[in-house]
């Protein structure tokens, strides 16, 4: 009795967990989240990205987005950075950050994103740089636009398409209208390269923020 009892939930856990799968929308799955044997939730991953009901972005993640008659959507850029990237400090660089705070019409093939450790290995749309020795921006708690604003004070020359006067003014917008909190920013400072925190210093009193400039 106990063996065909083990033979049943054997057949009825796959196709509980398709169900499951294929009943969810718009999350990533990991073979750890799936019941069964090892074998079994390879095979099932396997013939649901088959039949075009998941989308594998690398060894060991699935997306299950929306499928249409051309398979399944990919997972879209913010989603993929939070799962492959997570926590504070990490956010848009380069030309990418340029286009986000419209400082440049430029739209790259693929999103950059700074994290500060050690990058996780790009997947589609999305590449990773790393900024390991910016802990500032760890302790501080930056947010992607306060990461993105820091990491165009760096790139500026090759990133920044928008007149100079224009470029300033944007940013400055950003700290008063609170989008990047400027207290942050000044604290993760600290950990940035000069060049970085000389401009930095210039955009706070731009913003009326001379006493945040004095801690740059």
Known sequence: MASSAAGLRDR?????????????RNRFWRPEEIAGAAS???????????????????????WRGTKSPLGMSPPPTDALVRELAPGPGVGP???YA???LRLSTQVPRRAE???????PEGVGSVKFAARPARTGRVK????PTEVALLEILESWERAVEVPPAEAWTRL?????????RADRVARASQTEP???RARLRRLLRFADRPDLAEKV
């Open 98 to 100: 340029a286009n986000l």
């Open 12 to 24: 009825t856990t796959p196709l509980r967990e398709r169900q499951r799968i294929v009943r969810s």
């Open 172 to 180: 400055r917008d950003l700290l008063v209208s609170g989008q990047a």
């Open 93 to 95: 660089a380069g030309l």
């Open 140 to 143: 501080a708690g930056l947010n």
């Open 194 to 196: 000069g060049q970085v």
């Open 113 to 119: 994103i700074a994290v500060p450790t050690r990058a």
């Open 40 to 62: 079994t939730k390879k095979h099932l991953l396997a013939d649901l990205v088959a039949e075009g009901d998941l989308r594998r972005v690398r060894r060991g993640l699935y």
